[in-house]
């Protein structure tokens, strides 16, 4: 059966709109996916540190690393997705409906491709990876000296390009044209901003290593949530509307702006379309995504001045960015479930400190031990409830 998304499609539309990166010479592009690659392979040691959870940290190393721009990002994005959803999508009975689906898509992904700084994806096997993280050395410059050109990815795994030790999953996607153009705009240490960025990313790539039952965890409820969607008489139709909602919340970090005024699911776009008990299944999806976010904010702000001098501002900077300024930017935030994406990162991070002033790193890490002691949507919010459930 074919699927509901003509992916590629979507492939071919966000990589036609996502909008051109900024502009350097090709010694300055160079020298920032240098400089994001060294900054990925020192991250997990910090991490470790900061959490405690050096078994974890030693079996990132060597992960692929994904210098990519925005249409790349997009790409692996899609693959991401088919893979999640695969022989889940119905066929709607609507003509054309497919290709609508993925043109949607591919303009969700265009707007979003300018805004993510970094992803790590635990989701995609490393046989499916595609043209989105191929190795060709062009280190994503083309001849104009633009980061957005069409050799637009470069990728290590690692001193041999092996994957990560001891069979730790997943791959690192650093969007260089976004890291460039926020430094510049905020007028941020590019060295500093460089290693703050990949720590964010790879404490998620510890975080899956040391919980290896979480990838599978969160693919499950997915999929459930997906083929809940399209078992009802409308399901193919209502999930291509609300597949936005889905790829938001599989999307392990997003530089996003804004702020939601409460613990939402999505946007008002997506939300539309869901039902309670969808609204519900989700908002637990979304409490663990709250605190994988949550986590790598506090973790790549605990790294100390002796290592990223510029912390503090950095952060001061990325927080007033995130709020965002302009009319038409707080519109496309709240249409697009931004706010909300925003929000899982404060109201993580205000959960992960809430728990580590009571029980310190160390009893945190209880989070990673097994399902059941993920935090529900209800203990995000109350961290002392998680406490007591865990540790009593």
């Known amino acids: 059966m074919s699927s509901a998304v003509d992916w590629k499609v979507a492939v071919r539309r966000a990589g036609g709109l996502a909008r051109p990166g900024p502009r350097g010479s090709r010694a300055e592009l160079r020298a920032l996916i240098q ?180 990838a599978d965890h969160l693919a499950t409820r997915m999929r459930a949530l997906v083929q809940g969607i399209s078992a009802t008489e409308d399901g193919a139709d209502r999930l291509a509307r609300a597949l936005g909602a889905v790829v938001d919340t599989l999307r392990s970090v997003l530089s996003g702006t804004g702020e939601a005024s409460s613990f939402e699911v999505a946007g008002p776009l997506v939300e539309a379309f869901l039902t309670a008990d969808e609204r519900s299944a989700m908002a637990e999806v979304v409490a663990v995504m709250s605190l994988l976010e949550g ?37 496309l935030r709240r249409l697009l479930g931004m706010d909300a994406k925003v929000a899982q990162y404060r109201n993580g991070a205000a959960f992960v400190r809430g728990v580590v002033n009571r029980v310190g790193h160390r009893g945190l890490n209880a989070v990673w031990d097994a399902p059941e002691h993920l935090p529900s949507a209800a203990e995000v919010a109350d961290p002392e409830v998680w406490v007591r459930r865990v540790h009593g």
């Not at 692929?64 to 695969?86: I, K, Q």
């Not at 941020?188 to 790539?205: G, I, K, P, Y």
């Not at 950095?314 to 300024?325: L, P, S, V, W």
Request: with cysteine.
């Open 35 to 214: 400089v994001l690659r060294s900054a990925a392979a020192e991250a997990p040691a910090h991490v470790a540190q900061i959490t405690g959870l050096h078994d974890a940290a030693a079996r990132v190393v060597g992960i692929p690393t994904y210098v990519v721009d925005r249409p790349r990002w997009a790409e692996a994005n899609v693959e991401m997705f088919a893979h999640l959803t695969d022989g889940l999508l119905p066929t709607s009975k609507l003509p054309g409906s497919a290709r609508m689906a993925g043109e949607e898509m591919g303009v969700m992904l265009a707007l979003l491709a300018g805004k993510v700084l970094g992803q790590f994806d635990p989701f995609t096997p490393p046989g499916a990876v595609g043209r989105g993280a191929r190795t060709d050395g062009a280190g994503g410059v083309d001849g104009a000296g633009g980061v957005d050109g069409a050799g637009g990815a470069d990728a290590t795994g690692g001193a041999d390009g092996a994957g990560a030790a001891d069979g730790a999953a997943g791959r690192l996607l650093l969007v260089a044209p976004n890291v460039l153009k926020v430094e510049r705009e905020l007028d941020l240490d590019a060295m500093d901003f460089r290693m703050w960025v990949c720590l964010h990313e790879q404490t998620h790539a510890v975080q899956f290593a040391a919980a290896p039952w979480l």
């Open 295 to 331: 986590h790598a904010d506090v973790v790549m702000d605990a790294v100390g001045p002796a290592r990223l001098p510029s912390v503090r501002r950095i952060r001061a900077a990325f927080e007033k960015r995130r709020d965002g300024t302009s009319l038409p930017d707080v519109a």
